[in-house]
């Protein structure tokens, strides 16, 4: 198998530049993008297997909810994983909706960063493989 093509959507850029480093390090294909729309052109033409959102984009018209829906919208397999600092339970409870996965930043400990990253660099949707 190729490598994994995993998008970053973060509009942190030291937060972007670390996670791109760890998953490359995992042997991915990164791309980036600091903000819904920039990452919504990205997917349409690179389809990467996993994305990693945050619900609160600061200088993007759609937000990481909207983004989220419209790409499980258009692709069930798509692997998807919130990292956010919104607790807010109403946005979270939205996202669970679409996502995989959910980790609040900053993580907790270095082990919930390393499981944050390996299940984007090889997580799979429930039900669902790329074959």
């Given at each position: 198998m190729?490598?994994?093509?995993?998008?970053?959507?973060?509009?942190?850029?030291?937060?972007?530049?670390f996670?791109?480093?760890?998953?490359?390090?995992?042997?991915?294909q990164?791309?980036t993008?600091?903000?819904?729309?920039?990452?919504?052109?990205?997917?349409?033409?690179?389809?990467?297997?996993?994305?990693s959102?945050d619900l609160?984009?600061?200088?993007?018209?759609?937000?990481?909810?909207?983004?989220l829906k419209?790409?499980?919208?258009?692709?069930?397999?798509?692997?998807?994983?919130?990292?956010?600092?919104?607790?807010?339970?109403?946005?979270?409870?939205?996202?669970?909706?679409?996502a995989?996965?959910?980790?609040i930043?900053?993580?907790?400990?270095?082990?919930?960063?390393?499981?944050m990253?390996?299940?984007?660099?090889?997580?799979?949707?429930?039900g669902?493989?790329?074959?």
């Amino acid at each position: 198998m190729p490598n994994r093509k995993v998008l970053v959507v973060e509009d942190e850029e030291s937060i972007f530049g670390f996670m791109e480093n760890m998953l490359k390090a995992e042997g991915c294909q990164v791309f980036t993008a600091p903000d819904a729309e920039t990452a919504w052109t990205i997917f349409q033409k690179e389809r990467p297997q996993a994305v990693s959102v945050d619900l609160h984009l600061g200088r993007s018209a759609m937000q990481g909810l909207g983004l989220l829906k419209k790409i499980r919208e258009a692709d069930q397999k798509v692997y998807l994983l919130i990292f956010t600092r919104i607790t807010d339970d109403r946005e979270i409870e939205k996202a669970k909706l679409y996502a995989d996965a959910g980790f609040i930043k900053p993580p907790a400990s270095a082990e919930q960063l390393k499981e944050m990253i390996e299940l984007l660099a090889k997580g799979e949707r429930k039900g669902a493989s790329h074959g």
